[in-house]
């Protein structure tokens, strides 16, 4: 058993009879009262992200996950399938357990969790930040770089960004995967 000062993000609690994984947590000392913990939970059997509140002290129960590389193959109507790169077996997540899944391409690595006790597969983790090609986008202009102006543009998955006004059509641009922004362009 683990108790509140032990929540940190990605931390995957049983919680109301479910798997959930912490992904916002706030610690707060009111300057009046007991110390609680605001957290942000996101169910791993379904998906759904609910807010709770800790009393600092509460016990919780935390479930023990394995992290293991797979490949993306491909999407289909039961979900995304992946390939372990080790050993070659395949395993498919539904829908509502990745985030950001518009950002995957086959081939591409990703994080799998498992549950330990009995190897059910929780959830997905892209990798931070993904490289893409432009397909999409109004033609820009040399030396628009003066402004954070934005346009939008379609990347080679069909995921809409907003990227500067200077990238064009044949890009390939670096995303940041948690909030579907613009990083960089790549230069090849």
Same mark, same amino acid.
């Given at each position: !058993? @683990?108790?509140?000062?032990?929540?940190?993000?990605? +931390?995957?609690?049983?919680?109301? #009879?479910?798997?959930?994984?912490?992904? &916002?947590?706030?610690?707060?000392?009111?300057?009046?009262?007991?110390?609680? $913990?605001?957290?942000? +939970?996101?169910?791993?059997?379904? %998906?759904?992200?609910?807010?709770?509140?800790?009393? @600092? %002290?509460?016990?919780?129960? =935390?479930?023990?996950?394995? *992290?293991?590389?797979?490949?993306?193959?491909?999407?289909?109507?039961?979900?995304?399938?992946?390939?372990?790169?080790?050993?070659?077996?395949?395993?498919?997540?539904?829908?509502?357990?990745?985030? #950001?899944?518009?950002? !995957?391409?086959?081939?591409?690595?990703?994080?799998?969790?498992?549950? @330990?006790?009995?190897?059910?597969? +929780?959830?997905? =983790?892209?990798? *931070?930040?993904? $490289? !893409? &090609?432009? *397909?999409?986008? &109004?033609?820009?202009?040399?030396?628009?770089?003066?402004?954070?102006?934005?346009?939008?543009? *379609?990347?080679?998955?069909?995921?809409?960004?907003? $990227?500067?006004?200077?990238?064009?059509?044949?890009?390939?641009?670096?995303?940041?995967?948690?909030?579907?922004?613009? $990083?960089?362009?790549?230069?090849?």
């Amino acid at each position: !058993m @683990a108790t509140t000062s032990d929540i940190r993000k990605g +931390l995957c609690i049983i919680f109301n #009879n479910d798997t959930y994984k912490i992904i &916002e947590f706030l610690h707060v000392k009111p300057g009046k009262g007991p110390a609680f $913990v605001r957290t942000k +939970l996101k169910s791993l059997t379904n %998906g759904k992200v609910l807010d709770n509140t800790f009393s @600092a %002290g509460h016990k919780i129960e =935390e479930v023990r996950v394995e *992290t293991r590389n797979y490949q993306y193959l491909y999407e289909d109507d039961n979900g995304f399938h992946f390939m372990n790169n080790d050993d070659f077996s395949q395993v498919y997540l539904n829908k509502d357990l990745i985030d #950001n899944s518009q950002f !995957m391409k086959a081939g591409d690595e990703v994080k799998i969790l498992f549950r @330990a006790s009995d190897e059910t597969a +929780l959830a997905a =983790e892209l990798p *931070t930040t993904v $490289v !893409m &090609e432009i *397909t999409y986008t &109004e033609p820009g202009l040399k030396g628009d770089t003066a402004t954070n102006a934005t346009k939008p543009a *379609t990347t080679e998955t069909g995921a809409e960004i907003r $990227v500067p006004l200077f990238i064009n059509e044949g890009d390939k641009v670096k995303i940041n995967t948690e909030d579907g922004s613009y $990083v960089e362009r790549i230069k090849e």
